[in-house]
């Protein structure tokens, strides 16, 4: 990390822009979920809610890996093996 210090601000603006693409999923996805309540033939909005959910679920092990590196550095070992393992589950 002290190796590292100069780069605390380029690091900050990556978590900044990879937590946001991750939160717009998952607000546009439960969003086409709520319109789906309101339109007569939905198939399409569900459709969409499913294919952005799960590009947003895709990214859970990069999001594990920021939240990990901010709030529980010390103990990094033991969280960046699941992590890594979910985020480069390549099954599909």
């Given amino acids: 990390m002290s190796t590292t210090?100069?780069?605390n601000i380029a690091r900050r603006l990556l978590a900044l822009i990879i937590t946001s693409v991750w939160l717009l999923q998952y607000i546009a996805s439960m969003?086409?979920?709520l319109a789906t309540v309101w339109v007569e033939d939905s198939i399409k909005?569900?459709?969409s809610s499913?294919?952005?959910g799960q590009?947003?679920?895709s990214m859970n092990g990069a999001m594990m890996l920021i939240l990990a590196f901010y709030f529980a550095a010390p103990h990094m070992s033991k969280i960046v093996g699941g992590a890594l393992t979910k985020f480069g589950d390549k099954k599909r």
């Fill in 31 to 33: 969003a086409l979920d």
């Fill in 45 to 47: 909005i569900t459709e």
């Fill in 55 to 57: 590009r947003a679920e």
């Fill in 50 to 52: 499913l294919i952005i």
């Fill in 5 to 7: 210090k100069g780069q």
